[in-house]
Nanobody, 117 residues
Framework: QVQLVESGGGLVQPGGSLRLSCAAS????????MGWYRQAPGKQRELVASISSGGSTDYVDSVKGRFSISRDNAKNTVALQMNSLKPEDTAVYYCNGKLPRTTYYYWGQGTQVTVSP
């Protein structure tokens, strides 16, 4: 059974930091492209950051320089370090795993991040 379990969300003040983590099981983790998506109320889900099996990273423009994605293939985890958080970063953040060139992709249950004074 495939599971992606996120942790680390919460309430933080503007300018603060949070670190999200996603633990994967039931997949050959090292082969998957891992990503973090977010969905704010009334908005479409968007890709925030992704990391390939080889460690190449990509970010949406709005988080470049503030967020950093990393993975630990030995522990089957992917993390999203979020610094200099802004109220517009408020959303439910989802972990995603996709096996390239296949239709296999999986989602976590989501974790709420709220940035507010």
């Amino acid at each position: 059974q495939v599971q992606l379990v996120e942790s680390g969300g919460g309430l933080v003040q503007p300018g603060g930091s949070l670190r999200l983590s996603c633990a994967a099981s039931g997949i050959m983790f090292s082969r998957y492209v891992m990503g973090w998506y977010r969905q704010a109320p009334g908005k479409q889900r968007e890709l925030v950051a992704s990391i390939s099996s080889g460690g190449s990273t990509d970010y949406v423009d709005s988080v470049k320089g503030r967020f950093s994605i990393s993975r630990d293939n030995a522990k089957n985890t992917v993390a999203l370090q979020m610094n200099s958080l802004k109220p517009e970063d408020t959303a439910v953040y989802y972990c995603n795993g996709k096996l390239p060139r296949t239709t296999y992709y999986y989602w976590g249950q989501g974790t709420q991040v709220t940035v507010s004074p």
